[in-house]
């Protein structure tokens, strides 16, 4: 009984690591891409008004 309470416990464990882990992940994702599409975008827009 007690056995399967800890396997229990530490696959609960496990499966919170892995969902904060792909949490970092991603963020860290659009951390990366989101200033670059913005800077992107950003000269989109300005750049016809230099002409």
Do not use: H, N, Q
Not at 8 to 22: G, P, R, S, T
């Amino acid at each position: 009984m007690v056995d399967k309470v800890v396997a229990a416990a530490i696959a609960v464990a496990c499966v919170f690591v892995a969902i904060v882990a792909l949490g970092a992940t991603l963020f860290y994702l659009l951390l990366m891409v989101v200033p670059a599409a913005a800077a992107a975008a950003i000269t989109a827009a300005v750049a016809p008004l230099g002409r």
